[in-house]
């Protein structure tokens, strides 16, 4: 999913990074408490 989402940033498929987290948690389920797939990569 990390490396899904960092080809989307790179592909500009997402805007902003922000945008792409919101979307996994909304869309996804991905848990909202750990800020979306890149803020999780990031924390990490």
């Keep these: ?3 899904e989402a960092f080809y989307a940033i790179e592909e ?3 805007q902003r990074q922000s ?3 919101v979307a ?3 869309g996804t389920g991905f ?3 750990r800020g ?3 803020k ?3 924390d990490l």
Excluded: R, T
Aim: net charge negative.
């Design 1 to 3: 999913m990390v490396n």
């Design 12 to 14: 500009e498929i997402a």
């Design 19 to 21: 945008d792409l987290d």
């Design 24 to 26: 996994m948690v909304l």
């Design 31 to 33: 848990p909202d408490f």
């Design 36 to 38: 979306g797939v890149l």
């Design 40 to 42: 999780y990569a990031h």
